[in-house]
């Protein structure tokens, strides 16, 4: 009897020892890419969250919002380097104050009313002394500089309020910011009205008073309307610049994985809302944005 032996067909163990080594090698470099991925992607969702907070924090500044409680869900810490200069530049001092959500703090910051006024303290605020038919002496001037921590409001939804498990909120997405309010022009928001301001009184940032804030020589340049609108462009505009820098860290430190810088342009003059007190560290501060100086 004959048996026909049917014909196979397979791989040798040498094919199959040399696909296992082409997929291993292709594995090897997208394992090595894919840290390098995630990295990237990870920077562009951060990158994502701080624009969409820039618009919320500018927006707040800049129009004076007084009733945005739902930042305290947020705002953990506040805290306000205040320097004290002698008109003639020379520093008398330095004061830290630090504001934060616990309620055993002197002045907790529990409220919207409370962040945006300590987040809108001008960069520079003069003092001055005042005397009955004498022009207004300046006495010192103080330089602020705000820096606080925010957990994000946006991104991911587990740990954004009622979370309150520590632990969940440390792992949040956290940046650092510093916020500065500068007037562009001289100017003394707490003289009287239609009074003239001492000479000696510090520069800000955009504007020279020399180019247009000076005294007419004729009646043209009282009617000049340039001039005018140069005057209230000093006394009404300040320059809001938020610098973000992130990760801050649980243990108080900052990482360097992101920093962005955005300035904009708030219409109208700062308003100091004085603390019954009389305490300075609890003064708030808020843009005007419908209110203009009238320039003389």
């Not at 306000?80 to 530049?89: A, D, F, I, M, V």
């Not at 010192?140 to 954004?160: E, L, P, Q």
């Not at 009074?195 to 180019?211: H, M, R």
């Not at 342009?265 to 009389?278: E, K, M, R």
Request: net charge neutral.
């Amino acid at each position: 009897m004959r048996m026909n032996r049917l014909n196979s067909a397979g791989f040798t163990m040498i094919e199959i020892a040399i696909s296992l080594g082409i997929i291993a090698f292709a594995l090897v470099a997208i394992i090595g890419i894919l840290p390098q991925g995630m990295k990237v992607s990870r920077v562009n969702r951060e990158e994502t969250i701080i624009n969409q907070e820039t618009s919320v924090l500018l927006n707040a500044i800049c129009n004076g919002d007084q009733g945005l409680d739902d930042l305290t869900n947020y705002v953990t810490a506040i805290t306000n380097t205040q320097s004290e200069y002698l008109p003639s530049g020379k520093l008398e001092g330095t004061t830290v104050y630090g504001y934060t959500d616990s309620s055993s703090s002197p002045f907790p910051i529990d409220s919207g009313f409370r962040i945006v006024g300590l987040l809108s303290t001008p960069k520079y605020w003069p003092i001055y002394s005042y005397k009955s038919g004498q022009p207004p002496q300046l006495m010192a001037f103080y330089s602020n500089h705000v820096v606080a921590t925010i957990r994000a409001m946006s991104g991911s939804a587990s740990d954004k309020a009622p979370q309150n498990n520590l632990a969940v909120q440390q792992m949040a997405f956290t940046y650092r910011l510093t916020c500065e309010v500068v007037p562009y022009g001289v100017g003394n928001p707490l003289a009287p009205a239609n009074s003239i301001l001492s000479t000696n009184v510090p520069n800000s940032n955009a504007w020279d008073p020399s180019w247009v804030n000076y005294a007419a020589f004729s009646d043209w340049q009282w009617r000049s309307n340039y001039f005018r609108y140069a005057a209230n462009l000093q006394a009404d505009l300040n320059e809001v610049r938020l610098l973000f820098r992130w990760p801050a860290l649980p243990n108080g430190g900052l990482g360097n994985e992101g920093r962005q810088v955005v300035r904009a342009v708030a219409a109208g003059p700062v308003q100091l809302f004085p603390n019954p007190t009389g305490n300075p560290a609890y003064n708030l501060y808020f843009v005007q944005p419908k209110t203009f100086v009238s320039a003389q």
